[in-house]
Structures are given as C-alpha cells and as structure tokens.
C-alpha cells in the first residue's frame, strides 16, 4: 500500500552526512564575534541587507550577521571586517546559504 518508508529514511540520514558550510556555532559564539555582531546590526538599523530586500520598499527585518563573501583567507578563516558583514533576515540567510551550497556542489 504505502511507498517504501525504510529506503527513505535511510537516504535521509546519508545526506545528513555532508558537510555543513555553515560555521555558525562552531567555535563561533565567543565574545568578540557577539560585540562584532551587534555593532553591525545596529550600524544596518536592525533590517536585512540583502539584495532582495534592499529592492524592497519596506525590508525585513533582520535577525543575524551574514558574511557577504564566504571567501576564507589563507588563515582558512572567513573575513570578519565590517565591509564584509551585513544584517540579513532569517529566511533570507536561508536563502542565500542554501543558493551558496548549490552552487558549491556544481563544482
Ligand atoms: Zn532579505
């Protein structure tokens, strides 16, 4: 009757397996990055920079910091410098790293 359910599952889990380009997290909530976070929310006015929404009459509101460029440099560290960070919405943040991520597996 129903579609196999054990082979589904199973796909699930060895995606899960990829590495995640997100470097949130880890390593990641130390105080510097915090201080750095705010002062950039604050600079940004609390709303999204993204592209979309900066067409946007009235843009979203933001909810984290967003490294524009996801270039690391030889340090293998991404750029931490306030032209590089920008205010972005959650749902836009989503966007962008999973347009990122597809981008990266053509390669
Ligand atoms: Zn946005």
Known sequence: MATKPG???????????EP???????GRGGRPWRRLR???????GY?????ACKKRPVPKVAH????????????????????NLAAINR???KAKTQAETLRGRRR
């Open 64 to 83: 984290e910091v967003d490294h524009i460029s996801n270039k690391r440099g030889p340090d293998g560290r991404l750029n931490d410098d306030p032209s």
């Open 7 to 17: 082979t589904l599952k199973r796909r699930s889990l060895t995606e899960r397996h």
């Open 47 to 51: 709303l999204c920079q993204c592209p």
């Open 91 to 93: 749902d836009c943040h």
């Open 20 to 26: 995640e380009p997100i470097t949130y997290g880890q």
């Open 38 to 44: 705010d002062q950039i929310m604050e600079r940004d």
